[in-house]
């Protein structure tokens, strides 16, 4: 989270948000940036060159009144990209082949299909497997949390941070769409897709002139083969899992307009 004088930007993992703070530091002084409510105490590798070294960039739109009321009056935006390319992110940045974690489950030997990995994910498979240590509890609870409201992964981590409820204390049968529309805690969703665009245009409309309009990329880790190298995401799906994920994502799917 970057807390500017007039806008918040919400962080959801996999969305091209590192990129989008270098460009919020870029820009501070006409924006007056603010350091993220919450901070760590050591820093970690792979933060935009302009973030302080206590940087913490992700924590929920749920969390703001807790700090400071006047934040509630902010804009606040973040951004979303097609749910089968954040998969396809999640899965390599992630490291799921090596992560302790997912190998509860699966044969290490075979964890190079990523379309099993999708299959077991969205399917719930995880929810037997307790964590291993503490750093797996978040991941636990966000795979119950999918089971509990039969959504995918992306969905629940776009909710998780964007949603001004906890999924905890919302009823499976009333999380649709116009739950969304009433409960959503930020004013203005970014496709990554079109990221320059979308967020100039929120600068635009509040009269701000902005001193560097440029918006880098930032990519935390270089990504490993078939990465590079796979044209796009039709190479990576076959059909039963790039159906599954429009099944389990249907409410994200259909709400930005993605197509497979």
């Not at 966000?142 to 964007?162: A, P, S, W």
């Not at 100039?200 to 590079?228: A, S």
């Amino acid at each position: 989270m970057i807390i500017c004088d007039e806008h918040i930007f919400i962080h959801v993992p996999k969305t091209g948000g590192k990129s989008v703070t270098e460009f919020l530091f870029k820009n501070e002084e006409t924006l007056g940036e603010k350091l993220p409510l919450r901070r760590v105490l050591e820093p970690e590798e792979g933060y935009p060159e302009y973030a302080p070294e206590n940087y913490c960039s992700h924590v929920p739109v749920k969390w703001i009144n807790r700090y400071d009321i006047e934040h509630h009056f902010k804009t606040k935006f973040s951004i979303i990209r097609n749910p089968w390319d954040w998969y396809i992110s999640y899965y390599f940045y992630s490291n799921v082949q090596d992560r302790q974690y997912w190998q509860q489950i699966l044969d290490k030997d075979f964890i190079g299909g990523f379309n099993q990995w999708i299959t077991r994910l969205l399917n719930d498979e995880y929810c037997c497997v307790g964590p291993s240590s503490y750093h797996d509890f978040a991941l636990l609870r966000r795979v119950e949390q999918m089971q509990k409201h039969n959504i995918g992964f992306f969905t629940q981590m776009f909710l998780d941070y964007c949603l001004i409820l906890d999924l905890d204390n919302i009823d499976a049968s009333t999380l649709n769409a116009d739950l969304l529309d009433s409960r959503l805690g930020v004013n203005k969703v970014c496709k990554l897709e079109s990221l320059k665009n979308d967020l100039l245009n929120i600068f635009k409309h509040d009269n701000i002139t902005l001193h560097n309009e440029d918006i880098p990329h930032i990519q935390k880790t270089e990504r490993p083969y078939p990465f590079n190298f796979l044209k796009s995401r039709y190479d990576f799906y076959e059909d039963k899992t790039k159906n599954l994920i429009y099944e389990k994502d249907k409410l994200i799917v259909e709400k930005y307009g993605y197509q497979f």
